[in-house]
């Protein structure tokens, strides 16, 4: 297909928008038509396997995975530097605490980190996460331990 905007894929809890015509641009391949693919795939039951707890913050928080595992790649792709940043909206899959703090992150061989990954803006129900590389991603709220319930005397 040619292209005249960005275009958005979808899955059942998640989207990406993501420039595949200024990636094409850079995609050299031998003097044929410039081209690009994307491949978007979200995983079920991920989550429970890279948990949130393997997102090392300082803080003493207790951390919940507020979406489903997704990945994003360049597939026969030679220049995988992205033109600009990818839009990713993610379905919450639980309750929003809003005194909690959300971080998009992405998974970094052993453990989940925010590098280059930032959140643009979010309600109740989605995030919408902004990243200037492609990886797996996911988003993580922490929320603050509760303090013991003091007796009355």
Same mark, same amino acid.
């Given at each position: 297909?040619?292209?005249?905007?960005?275009?958005?894929?979808?899955?059942? @809890?998640? /989207?990406?928008?993501?420039?595949?015509? &200024?990636? $094409?641009? @850079?995609?050299? @391949?031998n003097?044929?038509?410039?081209?690009? $693919?994307?491949?978007?795939? +979200?995983?079920?039951? %991920?989550?429970?396997?890279?948990k949130p707890?393997?997102?090392?913050?300082?803080?003493?928080?207790?951390?919940?995975?507020?979406?489903?595992?997704?990945? $994003?790649?360049?597939?026969?792709t030679?220049?995988?530097?992205?033109?600009?940043?990818? @839009?990713?909206?993610?379905?919450? *899959?639980?309750?929003?605490?809003?005194? &909690?703090?959300?971080?998009?992150?992405?998974?970094? *061989? /052993?453990?989940? *980190?925010?590098?280059?990954?930032?959140v643009?803006k979010?309600?109740?129900?989605?995030?919408?996460?902004?990243?200037?590389?492609? +990886?797996?991603?996911?988003?993580? %709220?922490?929320?603050?331990?509760? +303090?013991?319930?003091?007796?009355?005397?």
């Amino acid at each position: 297909v040619t292209l005249d905007k960005i275009p958005r894929l979808d899955t059942t @809890n998640s /989207s990406v928008d993501i420039d595949l015509i &200024g990636i $094409a641009k @850079n995609n050299k @391949n031998n003097n044929e038509t410039r081209s690009a $693919a994307v491949a978007f795939m +979200s995983y079920n039951t %991920m989550e429970n396997l890279l948990k949130p707890d393997f997102f090392n913050t300082s803080n003493d928080t207790i951390k919940t995975m507020m979406s489903t595992v997704i990945s $994003a790649t360049l597939p026969k792709t030679t220049n995988t530097k992205l033109t600009k940043p990818v @839009n990713f909206t993610l379905k919450h *899959i639980r309750e929003f605490d809003p005194n &909690g703090s959300l971080s998009c992150v992405y998974w970094n *061989i /052993s453990e989940w *980190i925010v590098d280059g990954c930032s959140v643009l803006k979010t309600n109740s129900s989605y995030t919408v996460c902004s990243c200037v590389h492609l +990886s797996t991603f996911a988003l993580i %709220m922490q929320t603050s331990r509760p +303090s013991e319930v003091r007796e009355h005397l």
